[in-house]
């Protein structure tokens, strides 16, 4: 009896010490998911406080008088008139004239307050409505970054206020009445890059990304899911299909830079193809997703139970019939979902990019593959290092958009998954 007591207690102790060990690692899981879920969340915050001020622009609405004498300007529709015209001078005038106090003496300040672009875009609206000459208009236009870092940073110990107290007291005064606003800021969506952080936009990197990833999408998927089917099915077990596994396998790991040192040396000093085009940039991305394709690609062909192809086989269909009528549609689903992933690691990829030439700065929204374009981890990088700190918000909210598109592929492909797989 008494070793059948000691016996049933040393279970009973090795149980309870594989109890133990077995709380200890779900604590430990959870503890790393909580740290996971803790480090996601401080990135998130960080991001979205430093961004959600890029979504936002700020403007000033006056009564312009758009005398001709003035602006030294007869005729809104000669072009040599119009290159030789003030635009800024109406805007200063009726800037003084909102600020109660303002003198002739304040021009200097006051012109501080007015963006640059302003008279740009006076000049654009005065060309497009010629009958305007003479008349006071009411017209919006952005203020200086300056007023709008203060605007929406006043307080903030990160932003640099570059505004004097007399500024500031004159912002104060035309935001109490309505003369200064702000509102959802469209020119981020509707334009190009610019030295002016409150006229950059991420138009332009959006269009270079799309044409970039296009032509990622139509190289690698044909040719990443034509190489899985041909390793598969139809290459012979030998040395050099081995090789040819191994190497593919070891290219899914290789840094992206060396596959932009690659399209370098063979796409732009071998074949002579020009630099910040997306058809390039898309070349690149190829070679960087291939492995990536090719070995999903190939993990749904083999998820495929052979009893498919043995029935087909049965019926006298023949070894491409098999894999085309019977194999790759069962198979698809798995291939479109490895290829969004890849995609999605395209699209946020910088380091390859920069080495074919799309670091540059492109102001005009590409019309072509083979328009100077950028894409928007490029752009995001530029606006990171540019020493003008109204550019934080920018990059940081082209991060929240480029986050939303990278979300969106991966929660496509879930959903992809989830749809059209079968389970045998």
Do not use: C
């Not at 800021?185 to 610019?194: I, L, P, R």
């Not at 089917?229 to 593919?248: G, M, R, S, W």
Request: without cysteine; negative net charge; glycine residues 6%.
């Amino acid at each position: 009896m008494t070793d059948q007591r000691s016996q049933a207690e040393i279970v009973r102790q090795s149980l309870k010490r594989r109890y133990r060990k077995e709380r200890r690692f779900r604590a430990y899981g959870v503890m790393a998911i909580a740290i996971a879920l803790g480090a996601l969340i401080i990135l998130f915050t960080d991001i979205i406080g430093k961004g959600y001020t890029g979504f936002v622009k700020t403007t000033i609405t006056m009564d312009v008088n758009l005398d001709g004498e003035m602006m030294y300007l007869d005729d809104p529709t000669d072009e040599r008139q119009i290159k030789m015209a003030d635009f800024v001078e109406p805007l200063v005038q009726a800037l003084i004239k909102e600020i109660p106090g303002a003198t002739e003496d304040d021009r200097k300040n006051v012109r501080e307050l007015i963006n640059p672009y302003a008279s740009v875009t006076l000049r654009d609206a005065l060309k497009a409505n010629p009958e305007w000459l003479g008349t006071t208009q009411s017209m919006t236009f952005l203020t200086h970054t300056d007023v709008d870092v203060y605007v929406k940073h006043a307080g903030d110990d990160a932003y640099s206020i570059k505004l004097n107290d007399q500024q500031k007291a004159w912002v104060d005064e035309l935001l109490e009445r309505d003369v200064i606003e702000t509102s959802f800021n469209d020119v981020f969506f509707s334009g190009g890059d610019s030295r002016d952080p409150s006229k950059a936009g991420i138009l332009g990197a959006i269009v270079g990304s799309l044409l970039t990833m296009f032509v990622t999408l139509i190289l690698s998927f044909p040719i990443g899911v034509a190489a899985a089917i041909y390793l598969e099915e139809f290459a012979p077990q030998n040395k050099f299909t081995d090789f040819i596994e191994v190497n593919i396998n070891n290219l899914a790991a290789v840094p992206s830079i060396i596959f932009g040192l690659l399209g370098l040396a063979v796409f732009i000093n071998l074949f002579g193809m020009p630099r910040s085009v997306p058809v390039v940039g898309g070349l690149v991305l190829t070679l960087m997703t291939l492995p990536t394709i090719i070995i999903s690609s190939r993990a749904a062909i083999k998820s495929v139970p052979p009893s498919i192809r043995e029935a087909a086989e049965g019926i006298g269909a023949s070894k491409m019939q098999v894999v085309l009528h019977h194999v790759l549609p069962l198979a698809m689903p798995g291939m479109l979902t490895g290829s969004i992933i890849g995609m999605a690691q395209a699209l946020g990829e910088t380091a390859p990019l920069l080495l074919i030439g799309m670091v540059a700065f492109i102001v005009d929204v590409p019309d072509g593959f083979f328009d100077s374009a950028t894409v928007l981890p490029v752009q995001v990088f530029l606006w990171a290092g540019s020493p003008e700190l109204a550019f934080i918000e920018r990059a940081s909210a082209a991060i929240m958009v480029l986050l939303t598109f990278l979300i969106s592929m991966n929660a496509l492909a879930i959903w992809m998954r989830k749809r059209l797989e079968r389970r045998w």
